[in-house]
């Protein structure tokens, strides 16, 4: 089964409105990370090894490693938030990520 | 911010061929990665390199190989391409001080007919 778990699959979403993303790892893990991605594009880091609580802009995210869980919380979402957002855990030191299959956003006016 | 290039952007191949997709990163980074992102799955791993003359197995590396020449430049290689290896594929670069973060090129497309 997967070992990154993320929760919606899909969220849409009224420009404006908050949500609120789920991640949940199966394995223990050393770090995790947020992805954003638009269709077709690449990767980009939003969160990087985040633990406790912390914001970028209007993005925050709660990470608890001990209890294998993150959230991703988007306040105010504005239509380019729109895309895709992927977390992934490092489960053994520098031997690559293992993602989620992420969330879907779509904001509309 | 990382830089890692990917080429080529879009690939065409025919079934049985041989395709090379290479990935330059100018970080100076130890690790390279090669992933494929497919609907239903997900990223991926198919190999990773901590150097040159480095090459490691992912979670999927049956029927590719990869090559590390340099610390700049880590290719993926399909020696006999097949339609299920028709996929977009990316390829990041790690700094292996600390908790590694991981940096994206902008994919490759791959189709195999």
């Known amino acids: 089964g997967q070992q990154v778990q993320q929760s919606p699959t899909s969220l849409v979403l009224q420009e404006g409105e908050n949500a609120e993303l789920q991640c949940n790892f199966s394995?223990?893990?050393?770090?995790m990370q947020w992805f954003y991605q638009r269709p077709g594009g690449s990767l980009i880091s939003v969160f990087y090894?985040?633990?406790g609580t912390k914001q970028s802009g209007r993005l925050t995210s709660t990470t608890v490693i001990k209890e294998r869980r993150s959230s991703l919380h988007i306040s105010s979402s504005q239509i380019t938030d729109s895309g895709t957002y992927l977390c992934?855990?490092?489960?053994?030191?520098?031997?690559?990520?293992?993602f989620g299959l992420g969330t879907r956003v779509s904001v509309f006016p | 911010e990382a830089a890692v290039t990917q080429s080529p952007r879009n690939k065409v191949a025919v079934t049985g061929g041989k395709v090379t997709l290479s990935c330059n990163q100018t970080?100076?980074?130890?690790?390279m990665y090669w992933y494929r992102q497919d609907t239903g799955h997900g990223l991926r791993l198919i190999h990773y390199?901590?150097?040159?003359?480095?090459?490691e197995k992912g979670d999927i590396p049956d029927g590719y190989k990869a090559s590390r020449p340099s610390q700049e430049n880590f290719s993926l290689i399909l020696e006999l391409a097949t339609p299920s290896q028709t996929s977009v594929y990316f390829c990041?670069?790690?700094?292996?001080?600390?908790?590694?973060?991981?940096?994206f090129g902008h994919g490759t497309k791959l189709s195999v007919l």
């Open positions: 990041a670069s790690g700094d292996a001080t600390g908790v590694e973060r991981l940096f």
């Open positions: 390199s901590y150097g040159a003359g480095s090459t």
């Open positions: 394995t223990s893990l050393n770090s």
């Open positions: 970080n100076n980074h130890n690790n």
């Open positions: 090894n985040p633990s």
């Open positions: 992934a855990m490092e489960h053994n030191y520098a031997q690559g990520l293992t």
